[in-house]
Nanobody, 124 residues
Framework: EVRLVESGGGMVQPGGSLRLSCAAS????????LGWFRQAPGKEREFVAG????????TYETAVKGRFTISRDNAKNTMSLQMNSLKPEDTAIYYC?????????????????WGQGTQVTVSS
């Protein structure tokens, strides 16, 4: 059974940082691309960042480029999202997801497996 468990969410002031983690099990971790998505209240789920199975190829949603960094550790079956210079509009539930293949897609239908999500709130 594929299992993805996010952690690291919380509340932070604007300009602050958080590091999200995703622990994976139940599949050959190093064979698949992974991604982070987020969903704010009343909005559609949106792509945030993705990386290839090796981690060599990364892609980011425009609004987070230069502020967020996605990474993975294939030896530990974990993925992370370092979020810096956080803004109130980054407030959302953040989900990690496993892609269908080895390259990082930016569309949710290309990710068949999802975690339960972790809340990130950016507020003063």
């Amino acid at each position: 059974e594929v299992r993805l468990v996010e952690s690291g969410g919380g509340m932070v002031q604007p300009g602050g940082s958080l590091r999200l983690s995703c622990a994976a099990s139940g599949f050959s971790f190093s064979m698949y691309a992974l991604g982070w998505f987020r969903q704010a209240p009343g909005k559609e789920r949106e792509f945030v960042a993705g990386l290839s199975r090796s981690g060599a190829v990364t892609t980011y949603e425009t609004a987070v480029k230069g502020r967020f960094t996605i990474s993975r550790d294939n030896a530990k079956n974990t993925m992370s999202l370092q979020m810096n210079s956080l803004k109130p509009e980054d407030t959302a539930i953040y989900y990690c997801a496993r892609a269908r293949g080895s390259e990082p897609y930016d569309a949710a239908p290309q990710y068949p497996d999802w975690g339960q999500g972790t809340q990130v709130t950016v507020s003063s």
